[in-house]
Structure formats: C-alpha cells, structure tokens
C-alpha cells in the first residue's frame, strides 16, 4: 500500500491539486498587472470571447498580447484563434480564450476571493 507521499507528482500545468502547486499558480496570478487580472475575469476557459467584445469591455489589445507570450516567471494564459469568417469583407478575426494556466490561474483567483 502507497501512502499519499508516494504518489506522483504532476506538473502545476496539468493541474496538479498540491500545496505546492497551489501556491505556484497563486505566486503567478499576484504576478499579474491588474489589468491582467481584469482581463482573467473577462475570458472564460471554454468559451472564446471577440477580441472587439473584450475590447468593448474595457481590456486592452496589449493586455491580451501580453498574456499570450509566456516567459521564465509567468507562463502564457490566454491562446488567440484566428477563426475564418467567409461571409465578411475580413477574412481573420481574432478570438481569445483562456490556456490551462490561465484556467488555474482565474480559478486560484476565485479562490483568494472566497
């Protein structure tokens, strides 16, 4: 029989539930530009929001951009799709939904709320 030491570990990017990895996720939402914090609660993990109606919304393009390029201290947390729209004179929109660390990131937020 295994104790709960032993069981193996999975990285905080696959949503490893620990202390560890809690306060991983915790230390890169504090971070965060409060204007990256803003835009985390603006996009949904599962539903890709226009980049005009977040923009409508108060968060800035740059903000956006900021969040999709990862770097050493900060991982990225929001993933950009150009989904094709052939019906309009453009032919890329750009949509914007949130990458698993962006997930864990908004849910540690909710959780330092509660």
């Known amino acids: 029989m295994t104790g ?17 990895c809690d306060a991983a996720r915790l230390a890169h939402l504090r971070g965060l530009s409060s204007s990256q914090r803003r ?7 599962a539903i890709p929001r226009h980049v ?3 923009r409508r919304g108060g968060i800035r393009w ?6 999709t390029a990862g770097d050493r201290r900060r ?3 929001v993933h950009r799709l150009d989904l094709r ?12 939904l949130l990458t ?3 997930a864990d990131a908004l849910a540690a937020r909710r959780r330092s709320r509660a």
């Open 52 to 54: 005009d109606d977040l």
């Open 85 to 96: 729209r052939p019906l309009l004179d453009a032919p890329y929109y750009s949509f914007a």
């Open 39 to 45: 835009a985390l609660d603006a996009l949904d993990p």
């Open 100 to 102: 698993r660390h962006g």
């Open 4 to 20: 709960r030491d032993e069981l193996p570990h999975l990285a905080p990017k696959e949503g490893c539930p620990c202390v560890v």
């Open 75 to 77: 991982p990225a947390l």
């Open 62 to 67: 740059r903000t956006l951009a900021s969040m």
